[in-house]
């Protein structure tokens, strides 16, 4: 996912003094694709370095009603447009085409100072203008922030917060994940939820006689790819109640 591969790119950049940063616009520009008469849109960004040239790029589903734009003039047969997208965060600005659900053109984004001094009275200093980029387009807003700070698993870092959110960690995947797994932190969320494990995942598992996994053990059999199919076949061979251990083992090793 897109949205996952840019919330990785903003954790790994450092925080920056917020002296005026805030207030800085960042440009580039953005495509649309979307499958007629479908209510979302795949919105994509390019933002421009001091020289011109592109340094990031990043995407997000966000629904017409948010950008302000119709069925009508998404699928038109082409037309000059203008919509935004307005978040807690600022206010991204559209020029462009729009030609039978797909289309392009030129952005700027304002960030918004109150959302700055919210952020700063939660513990927040943002320095960086891309990283205010990427609370409007994932729509990190003050609420959120307060809702899965208030979740029991510590205060989140912005980037974590990022991360949440790009990858749909809200409450009740984290109460869902602590009601298997008990006490969860922020970095086995972040592997559980990109990794996809979730309840029809667990209760596949638990269908073969893994019902009492650890959150660890969820992640490690998740990343190999190892699901009831595979345990399945693992028995026809027989090859039955073996440890979570040797079916990491066995699927690591190509068996079967």
Do not use: C
Request: hydrophobic share 40%; charged share 20%; net charge negative.
């Amino acid at each position: 996912m897109k949205h996952a591969i840019l919330a990785a790119s903003m954790a790994l950049a450092a925080l920056m003094p917020a002296t005026g940063a805030a207030q800085q616009q960042i440009s580039g520009s953005w495509s649309i694709a979307s499958p007629r008469d479908s209510q979302t849109v795949r919105l994509e960004l390019r933002t421009e370095n001091e020289s011109g040239g592109y340094h990031d790029e990043s995407s997000e589903d966000v629904s017409l009603h948010d950008l302000h734009l119709t069925q009508a003039q998404l699928q038109s047969p082409g037309g000059h447009v203008t919509f935004s997208l307005e978040r807690e965060a600022g206010t991204l600005s559209f020029d462009g085409w729009l030609q039978q659900g797909q289309g392009g053109g030129r952005f700027t984004f304002a960030p918004s100072l109150q959302y700055g001094g919210a952020m700063r009275q939660r513990g927040y200093t943002i320095g960086e203008p891309r990283k205010v980029l990427a609370a409007a387009m994932l729509d990190v807003s003050s609420a959120f922030t307060d809702e899965m700070n208030g979740a029991g698993i510590g205060h989140l870092t912005f980037d974590q917060l990022i991360t949440f959110r790009a990858l749909r960690i809200d409450v009740p995947y984290l109460r869902q994940m602590r009601s298997r797994f008990g006490d969860v932190d922020a970095q086995q969320l972040t592997s559980l939820r990109a990794l996809n494990v979730d309840e029809a995942y667990l209760q596949e598992m638990a269908s073969v006689g893994y019902a009492h996994l650890e959150a660890r053990q969820a992640i490690e059999l998740r990343a190999l790819r190892v699901d009831a199919e595979f345990v399945r076949r693992l028995q026809a061979h027989g090859f039955h109640n073996l440890t979570v251990q040797k079916l990491v083992e066995a699927k690591a090793l190509g068996v079967l």
